[in-house]
C-alpha cells in the first residue's frame, strides 16, 4: 500500500511556486502526490518530474473532460475531440511518471441531461475509452475510471455501473477507482461497493463526507478499510481534500466554508489516520 495525497488541496496546476511542499509531504511520509492535469506541455511536467525524483516521491494523476470533449456526446467531432483530450493527458501523465491517471473522465462535470444514461450514451463513452486506453497501454499509463455522484454527473454515479463500463470497455489498461465520498453518497454501504468493484479496482481516493480531514466526519471508516484489506487491495490510497485557497476550484468543488484549521491538518492528521486503520484492520 502506498499513501498520496491530492495537490488540488493547494492548486489546480502544480509549479515551481509548489514544488517546496512536496519536501514537506515527503517528510512527512508520503510515498508520493496526485497531480491535476488541466494544463501543461511536456516540458512542464519534465519539470515536475525532476521535483519528484528530488525528493524520491512516486504519484498519480487526474483529469477531466468538459462538454467540448465529451466521450458520450452524439457529434463525431466531439468525441474526437475527447480522445486527443485523454491522450494528452496520458503523454503527461507518462511524463511525469504517474502510475495511474484516474478521474470522471468519462463525462462532463455538473452536465445534466435530465435523464438516466441511455444505451447509445456507453456505447460512445466504451468506444473512446477503448481507443484511449490502447494509448495508455502503449504509454505504460493505467486508466482508472471513477464514478461520482447523483449531484456532480449522471452518467456513473455507482460502483456496480462503473464494474459494468470497464466490462465493455474490456481492455487491461482501463480500471476502477473508488472514492469513499461519492460511495457515501451513493452507496448502501461502503463494504457492499468495495466488494463490487474489488474485480476491477487499481486505484482509491480517501475523502471525508465534507471533504475535509479524512476521519473527522461520517464515513463509516472501518467499514471500508476493513474491506479493502479483505479483497487484498494494496495500491494507493490517495488523500482527496478541497479548500478555498483557489476561488476557481472552491467553486468547481462546492466548498463555500473552512472544512479544516490548516492545509497542514489535512495531510498530516489524514496520513496518520491512514496508517493507523491500516494497521488496525489487518486480516487476520
Known amino acids: 500500500m502506498k499513501v498520496g495525497m491530492n495537490v488540488l488541496l493547494w492548486t489546480g496546476h502544480l509549479t515551481a511556486e509548489q514544488f ?35 525528493e524520491e516521491l512516486g504519484c498519480t494523476a487526474v483529469t477531466v473532460v468538459g462538454p467540448e470533449h465529451s466521450p458520450i456526446s452524439e457529434d463525431a467531432k466531439v468525441r474526437a475531440a475527447a480522445l486527443d483530450r485523454l491522450k494528452w ?26 435523464m438516466p444514461p441511455t444505451d447509445g450514451e456507453k456505447a ?29 454527473c449522471y452518467f456513473l454515479t455507482t460502483a456496480a455501473d462503473t464494474v459494468a463500463l470497464v466490462h465493455r470497455v474490456n481492455h487491461p489498461n482501463f480500471r476502477a477507482m473508488f472514492d ?60 482527496e481534500s478541497f479548500g478555498r485557497a483557489l476561488p476557481s476550484l472552491a467553486a468547481a468543488t462546492r466548498v463555500w466554508r473552512d472544512l479544516f484549521p490548516t492545509p497542514e491538518d489535512v495531510y498530516r492528521r489524514g496520513l496518520a489516520f491512514i496508517r493507523k486503520m491500516w494497521a488496525l484492520h489487518e486480516p487476520m
Open 89 to 114: 493527458a496520458i503523454e503527461m501523465a507518462s511524463i511525469a511518471g504517474a502510475e495511474n491517471l484516474c478521474g470522471p473522465f468519462h463525462s462532463p462535470l455538473g452536465v445534466f441531461s435530465g
Open 20 to 54: 517546496p511542499l512536496l519536501a514537506k509531504l515527503k517528510a512527512e511520509g508520503y510515498d508520493g502526490v496526485e497531480l491535476p492535469l488541466f494544463e501543461g506541455d511536456s516540458a512542464h511536467y519534465r519539470q515536475v518530474r525532476s521535483a519528484l525524483d528530488k
Open 124 to 152: 460512445r463513452a466504451a468506444d473512446v475509452l477503448r481507443q484511449a486506453a490502447e494509448f495508455a497501454q502503449a504509454a505504460k499509463v493505467r486508466l482508472c475510471i471513477e464514478y461520482l455522484n447523483r449531484f456532480e
Open 180 to 239: 469513499t465520498f461519492h460511495a457515501h453518497i451513493e452507496e448502501k454501504s461502503q463494504a457492499g461497493a468495495i466488494h463490487q468493484v474489488a474485480p476491477v479496482l487499481s486505484h482509491v481516493h480517501i475523502s471525508e463526507n465534507d471533504r475535509g480531514t479524512p476521519g473527522t466526519g461520517q464515513v463509516h471508516w472501518d467499514e471500508a478499510f476493513a474491506t479493502l484489506r479483505r479483497v487484498g487491495y494494496d495500491g494507493w490510497l490517495v488523500i
